[in-house]
């Protein structure tokens, strides 16, 4: 059996008739956590966006294939069921559905089974726990009034529960202060294990200071410029983006 999980062939994107992708190749083995970094405007969004084939964006060319079956022109609710996650760089606000009713509604849909209840509840309250939440917010409406930091504790709790095969982190550690993204590292190292994989967008390192990655890659104007380890995300850390542009 193949250990490969997400394959992007020859990837051009547009939006708006603007070509934001230009021959994206990336490869994304089980077991792994990758990372895409780039400046503003690379298209890394761009990049996690056409993976889940949002329809504001328009592939011109290329092919992504996921557990060894072609998703390029899939809806995007197929694509979520297949084992796909995407958290939110603005995480939507949902009055009058519960942080809970919003997760079994969720796990519901992807899995296409009934949710027991009694036991689901047990499990998102050990989670919390685990990610220093306050346990009243299983009862609060999605994301209304919370801060920032708990908008994106709410994203890596949606992550556990949900269980894919591949999540995409985009921007998670964005505003957040030390302590938050140690504890978002925490959750995605919950999470990691040899059967999944993990690919995190973002635009700095502070997340990869409590988190061990296996490759990180460079966007700069739509293309993968250079590949390494996690030392190479210390190095743009240093020196900028300044000589990949």
Known sequence: MSNKLLEIKDLYVNAEEKEILKGINLNINKGEIHVIMGPNGSGKTTTANAILNNPCYKKVNGSITFDGKDITNLKTDEIARSG???????????????????????KNKITGKP?????????????????????????????????????KKNEILQMLVLN????????????????????????????????????IITHNTKILH????????????????KTGKQDLAREIEENGYGEYK
């Open 84 to 106: 796909i996650f995407m958290s939110f760089q603005l995480p939507e606000e949902i009055p009058g559905v519960s942080v809970t009713n919003f997760l079994k509604y969720a």
């Open 210 to 225: 409590s988190l061990k990655v296996d490759y990180v890659h460079i966007l700069v104007n739509g293309k993968i410029v």
């Open 164 to 199: 894919p095969k591949l999540a995409i982190l985009d921007e998670t550690d964005s505003g957040l202060d030390v302590d938050a993204i140690k504890t978002v590292s925490k959750g995605i190292e919950m999470f990691k294990n040899k059967n999944n994989a993990v690919l």
């Open 115 to 151: 949710v027991k209840i009694f036991e689901f509840k047990k499990e998102l309250a050990k989670s919390m726990e685990e990610l220093n939440m306050n346990p009243k917010n299983m009862e609060r409406s999605l994301n209304v009034g919370f801060s920032g930091g708990e908008k």
